[in-house]
């Protein structure tokens, strides 16, 4: 039978979830009309048990005594006073609680139970009608993808049905272009023509149709998101064919650089670099867009959860010890009544995709420490979401070698209907349809499987009990052992691949992108002892085939054959792509400007900009300080401002350390990608000087989020950020490690298209020798001298001033990398000579918010006189709020205690005296004729920062 | 006695075992990581340790309530095991999810005695989140061996979501207070009770760490472990004296010590 088990807080006990969700349905414009929000828990219990133990159940398990109370017969609170609503998950989505519910029913020493799933009911008290409530339902307690507000009381769903296989052909070899370019888009294949007629005449060699399955494995191999066509294709731009945009720009840094302490760049799920005598590290950043648009929580906690998995599947895999997460979202206070059809309001998605990267990493155990939030209109279809990891290996752990004849075993999660066609529904367009079609491409992680799996991986690994490894992400199980057994062969047993519950066909058992799984190819010899060490930790690891050396890819269920490809074929014969690109350079006006003598309000303004503000709300629900390693955290100063860069001491007893920071500025990409790219790629090397790092110990990663490439326009943004890249990086002596693009990101509603603005993540990683030298960014000590170092130009393009004037302009930041470079050695130096007392780089806001974030840090207040000179010779003398707010690349802001030391070590650059840190807490700017233009204090700069988000 | 011998409770979602055992390290003793099933399956065995564990983490995701699952494998399949290593006279200390653990297996604050009988628990902080933020600490007189000789006010890191401490009735919180079972309050800089954020979740009383009638098993929701150097503090940059050890380091010694003296 299904027993319903109802939990409430006692009366007299605080309902937190319930105040909490009082307080949005408040914020959704209905204050004032709620009186009281109460939660109730429900357990629905399907087995053979009887009153006592129901009873057993919720007493030793499902509630707390001391706050709770329950009732297994009926509601548990008097809901006349109330209008309810009850959500739970539709049928074939995960309910996380279930296994771990199942397991703890047994510890109690009660068998018989079936399946378990869990519902919320909210009960609503206050002047408000059931439709109102279905509303509000629909916009903040529940998303109709996952879930659904039940009708009546909810249920367990019967279990699937069992499988009957019939194998199944589909006609190609007959078909015409129309039909096939049909077949592409209804099989939600997502494979142009071209590639339609390269599959069909391949089939016709071998005089056969393909089976579902074959055609499944090509499209899942041939998605833009596993071959990156675009960026491996044929480019025609300015008169010239581009062959392979990667290895000719970015790729192309890394060789021409040839530093030796790069292990593996650009082959495995991550690029390698050494970090000490023992130990390499790898690092990879992601992207989780299109899920985390339908469904933010599960996509976002799934991104960040198969961008884990990527250092676990380097070499022979790598322990996860640092997160990173950058997002950019549409504006939080965007009118409902003008949303694209189909999408969540951004207030929605941010809440729901920063929970989810929350709940993945903190369940994981990996600190969160660094990562950047971003605002603008354009993200309002289309969020992105870098997920980003850092894992630390042995040396000797880093080479991988399949051989044949290894058997192939799955570790982890069972396999679901969950997530079939994600890697080619990440390569499309989003639609206003997208809910609806691509529903199952979205799931809920499970992040205790996931730390299961890495415990177990690692244990294994260090009894060297496998040959090989691979993380199951995109394209699952036909991407992973396709990857896996490329130069060889495999063949594998689809009916022995555990599933969740009955029902799955044969193609939707090898496709499938269910998460929490890895793939190890196992030495026959060992695998009896590589099961124990999973067996242990209640982990499954299943053999489910063998590595061959036929170089064919064969698939069976129950005997019989369902997939038969040449691994050539399948990894080779993709029909290259030819793109057009052009770019013409876009024209915005500069937003009018008055010229002012109070800049005052112009600086909290930027403050209280959302780009600008502070993020101390999601910082702070990020377990940053996890595993023990934490040396600079995110938050720095008595007062807590924003750091530059986090530092890292993985290693427990020694003094080494990693330093991450990231630079992004989509704002300029819609200006100009070219200088876009070359800033981020300035501002991520800028953070990392700050902190105390040395550029020549750096490595970046490139993760490219752009509109539909097939658009000439796009795709000529596109070469240009590359060619930045190339001329940016390889200036500055950085090899690129890692990289991925996203392409596609564009939303339609049907008639018109909202695409992003082009976005580039550029993520950077450094070795710091001696972690006690780093230093941070709050004003330290009265009397001490601040200097701004590097140059200020008329730049105001794309600033943060000029979006909060309503206007894009035209002056977008260059990057002069010779002289940046330069500056950034002497710079380091300085720091490491101990010179510096605390650094912070000028980016969004340029010099002002600079000096503004480093003063309400250390509660510090500061003199400051702008310096006619702090420009090139030359150049007419800069206005007012050009010197305060322009965001010219390559300048930092420092704290100094001995100017004759400072100004010694930084001879050649650009250094120039602003003035000092005071006693009291009073900020004043002066321009040069001695006349103040900002006059504020750090209480109110601080206020200003916090305020956007402090009600979060 | 020389070797200290320490069990690392781990089973799926602990997280902070590695740095834990580190701590127990530095301090001089023998860590041993031990999954939970290891113990159920009877492949180890309790009485070959001084002191049990139990670290911070989200042990079987949190699911249903925090410590939970943990709590009751605990008490319905090795609680004889452990109310011998009790009455042995050895240590067990829980942070965060291991307090919550001890907390929902009745091994705190056992009055009753019976190490089995729920008292208190730690249930959603009031402002639904988790937090992860530095706290001050006032260590309050108390039977702790734990504790023993500390600073008056100490600073560790917090990150928790569930760390509302709630005794059952008022009762149980006088007897607590009497026999002087609270070890740890949320204060302000200046050693006051204050509200939020310094005392993050709403517990009652401002408790953030309590142990049992007999000193030795404590539990508490601020990491130690996360403050055992001087470059775990969040304003080591600004602080210009000697390199010293961290706030949280003096627990551990006195654990490792006591079980030397005494075991």
């Known amino acids: ?952 | 006695m020389a070797n200290v011998k320490v069990i690392v409770i781990r089973t799926a979602g602990t997280n902070c075992d590695r740095e834990t055992a580190f701590a127990f390290e530095k301090a001089g003793a023998k860590p041993e990581f031990v999954h939970i099933n290891e113990l159920t399956r009877k492949e180890k065995n309790l009485d070959n340790y001084h002191i049990m564990a139990i670290p911070g983490g989200f042990t079987y995701g949190d699911d249903i309530a925090s410590g939970k699952i943990l709590a009751n494998e605990l008490k319905y399949k090795i609680a004889g095991a452990i109310h011998k290593f009790i009455k042995d006279g050895k240590l067990i200390i829980g942070i965060c999810n291991g307090f919550q653990v001890l907390v929902k297996a009745g091994l705190l604050p056992n009055l009753k005695g019976d190490g089995q009988t729920v008292e208190s628990t730690l249930t959603l902080n009031d402002s639904d989140k988790f937090e992860d933020r530095w706290v001050y600490l006032k260590n309050v007189e108390s039977g702790c061996i734990w504790t023993k000789d500390i600073k008056k006010i100490i600073e560790l890191p917090v990150a928790h979501g569930e760390g509302k401490f709630i005794p059952k009735d008022k009762n149980i919180l006088n007897i607590m207070k009497e026999k002087k079972l609270v070890v740890f309050e949320y204060v302000d800089q200046k050693g006051n009770k204050a509200g939020y954020p310094h005392c993050p979740s709403g517990s009652i009383e401002n408790i953030a760490g309590i142990c049992d009638l007999t000193g030795r098993i404590f539990g508490l929701m601020p990491h130690p472990e996360r403050h055992i150097s001087y470059y775990q503090h969040p304003n080591w940059t600004r602080r210009y004296k000697k390199e010293s050890t961290g706030d949280g380091f003096a627990i551990f010694e006195n654990g490792v010590s006591y079980a030397r003296r005494h075991l």
Not at chain 1, 505 to 514: D, F, G, K, L, N
């Open chain 1, 1 to 952: 039978m299904i027993w319903r088990v109802e939990v409430v807080e006692k009366d007299g006990f605080y309902d937190a979830l319930g105040a909490n969700v009082k307080h949005d349905i408040d914020s959704l414009g209905f204050g004032g009309k709620i009186k009281e929000v109460r939660t109730v828990q429900v357990y629905l219990l399907d087995g053979d048990i009887d009153e006592y133990n129901i009873k057993k159940i919720c007493e030793n398990l499902l509630v707390d005594p001391i706050t709770q109370k329950y009732n297994y017969r009926g509601s548990v609170l008097n809901e006349k006073l109330y209008k309810c609503v009850e959500v739970a998950y539709n049928a074939g989505v995960m309910d996380p609680v279930e296994e771990s519910a199942k397991k703890a029913i047994k510890d109690l020493g009660v068998c018989g139970a079936r399946a378990l799933k869990t519902a919320k009911k909210y009960l609503i008290k206050g002047n408000i009608s059931y439709s109102q409530i279905h509303q509000i339902a629909e916009k903040i307690l529940y998303n109709k993808v996952i879930q659904h507000a039940v009708k009546g009381k909810s249920t367990i769903q019967p279990e699937g049905s069992p499988y009957h296989f019939t194998l199944k052909h589909i006609d190609i070899l007959k078909a015409s272009d129309v039909k096939l370019k049909k077949l592409s888009k209804e099989g939600q294949l997502f494979l142009s023509l071209d590639e339609m007629r390269t599959i069909k005449n391949y089939f016709k060699r071998l005089r056969r149709n393909p089976t579902d399955c074959e055609l499944e494995t090509i499209a899942q191999t041939w998605s833009e998101h596993c071959k990156h066509k675009t960026f491996r294709g044929l480019i025609e731009y300015e008169g010239k064919i581009i062959d392979n945009l990667l290895k000719n720009t970015v790729m192309k840094v890394t060789d021409e650089l040839n530093k030796s302490w790069c292990v593996s760049v650009f082959k495995d799920n991550s690029g390698v670099i050494r970090f000490d005598e023992k130990n390499n590290i790898c690092f990879k950043v992601e992207t989780h867009n299109h899920p985390s648009a339908l469904e933010p929580y599960g996509g976002a906690g799934t991104g960040m959860g198969g961008v884990i998995r990527d250092p676990l599947g380097t070499g022979l895999g790598a322990k996860p010890i640092i997160n990173t997460n950058v997002f950019c979202f549409g504006y939080p206070d965007y009118p409902y009544n003008k949303l694209p059809k189909g999408t969540l309001h951004p207030k929605r998605i941010m809440k729901g995709v920063v929970s989810g990267v929350r709940d993945y990493g903190n369940r994981m155990g990996i600190p969160t420490s660094n990562g950047a939030v971003l605002f603008d209109e354009n993200f309002v279809g289309n969020p992105l979401v870098f997920c980003g990891n850092v894992g630390i290996m042995p040396k000797n752990k880093c080479a991988k070698a399949v051989r044949p004849g290894d058997l192939i075993v799955v570790v982890g999660g069972r396999t679901g209907r969950d997530g079939i066609h994600g890697a080619t529904f990440s390569s499309g367009e989003l639609t206003y349809e997208s809910e609806n079609v691509s529903g199952s491409a979205v799931q809920i992680g499970n992040p205790i499987q996931e730390k299961k799996v890495s415990d177990t991986v690692i244990q294994a690994r260090d009894l060297a009990l496998y040959t090989s490894i691979t993380d199951c992400g995109a394209g699952g199980l036909s991407s992973a052992v396709g990857e896996m057994a490329e130069n060889m062969g495999a063949e594998v047993y689809l009916e022995t691949i555990p599933v969740k519950y009955k029902g799955l066909s044969y193609t939707e058992v090898w496709i499938s992108e269910a998460q929490e799984r890895m793939v190890l190819s196992v030495d026959p010899k060992k695998i009896d002892k590589l099961k124990a060490v999973f067996e242990r930790e209640d982990v499954e690891a299943t053999v489910i085939g063998t590595f061959t050396n036929t170089k064919k890819l064969k698939l069976f269920y129950d005997g019989t054959q369902v997939a038969d490809i040449d691994m050539k074929f399948l990894h080779d014969g993709l029909p290259p792509v030819k793109r057009k690109a052009v770019w013409n350079k876009p024209d915005f006006k500069d937003p009018p400007r008055n010229i002012k003598n109070d800049l005052s309000p112009d600086l909290c303004n930027l403050l209280s900009s959302l780009n600008i503000a502070s993020k101390e709300w999601i910082i702070r629900q990020y377990d940053h300080e996890v595993q023990g390693g934490s040396v600079l955290k995110p938050l720095q100063g008595p007062n807590q401002g924003p750091g530059d860069a986090c530092v890292t001491r993985p290693v427990f007893g020694s003094k080494k350390g990693i330093i991450l920071g990231c630079g992004i500025n989509p704002d300029f990409g819609k200006i100009d990608p070219y200088w876009m790219a070359a800033s981020a790629i300035d501002e991520a090397l800028r953070q990392i000087v700050s902190v105390g790092g040395d550029i020549n110990k750096t490595a970046i990663l490139d993760n490219f989020c752009w509109g539909n490439t097939n658009k000439p326009d796009r795709l000529g943004g596109l070469v240009r950020a590359s060619y930045a890249c190339y001329d940016i990086a390889k200036a500055y002596g950085v090899p690129f490690i890692s990289g991925k693009d996203s392409l596609n990101n564009e939303y339609s509603t049907g008639k018109d298209t909202i695409s992003i603005p082009p976005t580039l993540l550029i993520s950077a990683i450094s070795i710091m020798d001696d972690t006690s030298k780093a230093i941070t960014m709050d004003a330290k000590v009265p009397g001490n001298s601040v200097y701004i170092v590097g140059l200020t130009f008329n730049e105001l393009g794309g600033s943060q001033y000029y979006k909060i004037l309503g206007g894009i302009g035209n002056d977008v930041p260059r990057v002069d990398p010779v002289n940046g470079r330069k500056l950034m050695n002497s710079l380091f130096a300085a720091i490491n000579r101990r010179l510096v007392v605390s650094c912070h780089d000028c980016s969004d806001g340029g010099m002002a918010v600079a000096l503004a974030e480093m003063s309400f840090a250390g509660g510090l207040g500061m003199n400051i006189r702008l310096d006619p000179y702090a420009m090139p010779v030359g150049q007419e003398l800069l206005l007012n709020d050009v010197q305060l707010f322009s965001e010219s690349n390559t300048r930092f802001i420092v704290e100094v205690s001995d100017d004759d030391k400072f100004t010694k070590a930084m001879k050649g650059h650009s250094v120039w005296k602003l003035g000092e840190v005071r006693k009291d807490n009073t900020f004043i700017i002066y321009d040069f004729t001695g006349k103040a233009i900002i006059k504020s204090d750090t209480d109110e700069l601080k206020a200003a920062w916090q305020q956007p988000f402090k009600d979060m």
